[in-house]
C-alpha cells in the first residue's frame, strides 16, 4: 500500500509578497490614515469624489443613451420633464433637455470631459511647475530670476484670463480647423498654463531649502547628476505640499473648463461638459425647464465641494504642526 501524499499549502514568502504586505501595514498604520478614519465628512467627501469619478468611467454602461450621438436623440422627446413629475416619462430619470438629451445620460458624459480635462490640465500644470521649480531651486541665479520674474508677472492676472488668452489665441489660430478633440486640447493646454505657477514657488522653496543640506552635498561627491539629484533626492522632500495643491488645483481646474463653457469658450454643445450644460440650460431656466440646469449644477457642486474637502483635509493631514 503505497503512501498518500498529502498537499500543503506554501505560504507566499516571495520578496514581491513581503514588500507589498509590508507596504500595506505601513499605510494602515500612518498618521494620515489615522486622521482620515477619525474625519466622517472626510470619508463621505472621498467617497463622493470616488463615486463621481465611477460614474464618469461607467458612463456608457449606466446612461440610457450616447447623449454626442445624434442619431439616438429625437426632438419629440425634448423638454420632458423628470420622472416623477406628472409630465415624467420612462426611462428620462431626469428629463430631457431641448434636443431630446436624456439629462442623466448627458451629466454622466459631460462629468467625464470634466474630468478629463481638469485631471490633465493639473497634470500639465503639475509637470511645468515642478520642472521650472526645481531648475530655478537648484540652479539660482539668472535662471531662477528669470522664472519667478515670469511668475510673478502671471500671478498679477486671474487664471480664468490665462485661460481665455490662451483659448482665444489657439481659436483664432486654427479657426474652423478646431473640432470638439482639438477644442478639449486646448482648454487642458489653457488651464494647464493657469495653474504652473503655485507648483513652481513651492517647489523652488522647498529645494532652496534641501540642496543645502548633507545628503546632497554627499550625493554631489559620488558624482551624482544633477536631474538625478532633483528627482530621486529633492523631489519626494516636496511631494506633501504638491499632493495638497495638486487635490485643491483639481478643483479649480474643473470650476476653470466649466467657466469657459459657460461662457461659450469651451465645450461644443455636441460634446458637452458639465458647464456646457449649465450654459444650455440656463435659456431655458426662466421658460419653467429648470431641470436643463438644475441637475448639472448640483452635480458641479457637488464634485467641487467632495474635492475641496478632500484638500482641505490633506493640507492639515500632512501639517506637522498639527500632528
Same mark, same amino acid.
Given at each position: 500500500?503505497?503512501?498518500?501524499?498529502?498537499?500543503?499549502?506554501?505560504?507566499?514568502?516571495?520578496?514581491?509578497?513581503?514588500?507589498?504586505?509590508?507596504?500595506?501595514?505601513?499605510?494602515?498604520?500612518?498618521?494620515?490614515?489615522?486622521?482620515?478614519?477619525?474625519?466622517?465628512?472626510?470619508? @463621505?467627501?472621498?467617497?463622493?469624489?470616488?463615486?463621481?469619478?465611477?460614474?464618469?468611467?461607467?458612463?456608457?454602461?449606466?446612461?440610457?443613451?450616447?447623449?454626442?450621438?445624434?442619431?439616438?436623440?429625437?426632438?419629440?422627446?425634448?423638454?420632458?420633464?423628470?420622472?416623477?413629475?406628472?409630465?415624467?416619462?420612462?426611462?428620462?430619470?431626469?428629463?430631457?433637455? *431641448?434636443?431630446?438629451?436624456?439629462?442623466?445620460?448627458?451629466?454622466?458624459?459631460?462629468?467625464?470631459?470634466?474630468?478629463?480635462?481638469?485631471?490633465?490640465?493639473?497634470?500639465?500644470?503639475?509637470?511645468?511647475?515642478?520642472?521650472?521649480?526645481?531648475?530655478?531651486?537648484? @540652479?539660482?541665479?539668472?535662471?531662477?530670476?528669470?522664472?519667478?520674474?515670469?511668475?510673478?508677472?502671471?500671478?498679477?492676472?486671474?487664471?480664468?484670463?490665462?485661460?481665455?488668452?490662451?483659448?482665444?489665441?489657439?481659436?483664432?489660430?486654427?479657426?474652423?480647423?478646431?473640432?470638439?478633440?482639438?477644442?478639449?486640447?486646448?482648454?487642458?493646454?489653457?488651464?494647464?498654463?493657469?495653474?504652473?505657477?503655485?507648483?513652481?514657488?513651492?517647489?523652488?522653496?522647498?529645494?532652496?531649502?534641501?540642496?543645502?543640506?548633507?545628503?546632497?552635498?554627499?550625493?554631489?561627491?559620488?558624482?551624482?547628476?544633477?536631474?538625478?539629484?532633483?528627482?530621486?533626492?529633492?523631489?519626494?522632500?516636496?511631494?506633501?505640499?504638491?499632493?495638497?495643491?495638486?487635490?485643491?488645483?483639481?478643483?479649480?481646474?474643473?470650476?476653470?473648463?466649466?467657466?469657459?463653457?459657460?461662457?461659450?469658450?469651451?465645450?461644443?454643445?455636441?460634446?458637452?461638459?458639465?458647464?456646457?450644460?449649465?450654459?444650455?440650460?440656463?435659456?431655458?431656466?426662466?421658460?419653467? *425647464?429648470?431641470?436643463?440646469?438644475?441637475?448639472?449644477?448640483?452635480?458641479?457642486?457637488?464634485?467641487?465641494?467632495?474635492?475641496?474637502?478632500?484638500?482641505?483635509?490633506?493640507?492639515?493631514?500632512?501639517?506637522?504642526?498639527?500632528?
Amino acid at each position: 500500500m503505497s503512501d498518500a501524499v498529502v498537499p500543503h499549502r506554501v505560504e507566499p514568502n516571495t520578496p514581491t509578497a513581503r514588500a507589498g504586505t509590508n507596504w500595506l501595514r505601513r499605510a494602515l498604520d500612518s498618521d494620515i490614515f489615522y486622521s482620515f478614519r477619525r474625519s466622517r465628512m472626510t470619508m @463621505v467627501a472621498a467617497a463622493i469624489t470616488v463615486l463621481f469619478f465611477l460614474l464618469a468611467i461607467f458612463a456608457s454602461q449606466l446612461a440610457v443613451q450616447n447623449p454626442f450621438d445624434p442619431a439616438q436623440l429625437q426632438l419629440m422627446n425634448s423638454r420632458i420633464s423628470p420622472i416623477w413629475t406628472a409630465e415624467g416619462q420612462t426611462p428620462f430619470l431626469l428629463g430631457t433637455d *431641448e434636443q431630446g438629451r436624456d439629462v442623466f445620460s448627458a451629466i454622466l458624459y459631460g462629468l467625464r470631459i470634466s474630468l478629463v480635462v481638469g485631471v490633465l490640465g493639473v497634470i500639465l500644470a503639475g509637470t511645468l511647475g515642478i520642472t521650472l521649480g526645481l531648475i530655478a531651486g537648484y @540652479v539660482g541665479g539668472a535662471v531662477d530670476g528669470l522664472i519667478m520674474r515670469i511668475a510673478d508677472v502671471q500671478l498679477t492676472f486671474p487664471a480664468i484670463l490665462i485661460a481665455l488668452l490662451v483659448n482665444g489665441v489657439a481659436k483664432s489660430v486654427l479657426g474652423n480647423r478646431l473640432d470638439a478633440m482639438s477644442t478639449l486640447g486646448v482648454l487642458v493646454i489653457a488651464i494647464g498654463l493657469s495653474f504652473w505657477v503655485q507648483y513652481a514657488r513651492t517647489v523652488r522653496g522647498s529645494v532652496m531649502v534641501e540642496k543645502n543640506k548633507d545628503y546632497v552635498a554627499a550625493a554631489q561627491l559620488i558624482g551624482l547628476p544633477a536631474p538625478k539629484i532633483m528627482l530621486r533626492h529633492v523631489l519626494p522632500n516636496a511631494m506633501g505640499p504638491i499632493l495638497v495643491i495638486a487635490t485643491i488645483n483639481l478643483a479649480l481646474a474643473i470650476i476653470t473648463e466649466a467657466t469657459l463653457s459657460f461662457l461659450g469658450a469651451g465645450m461644443p454643445d455636441t460634446m458637452p461638459s458639465l458647464g456646457t450644460l449649465i450654459r444650455i440650460g440656463n435659456n431655458y431656466l426662466f421658460a419653467g *425647464e429648470w431641470w436643463i440646469v438644475a441637475f448639472p449644477g448640483l452635480a458641479l457642486a457637488g464634485l467641487i465641494l467632495s474635492i475641496n474637502l478632500l484638500g482641505d483635509w490633506l493640507r492639515d493631514a500632512l501639517n506637522p504642526k498639527l500632528r
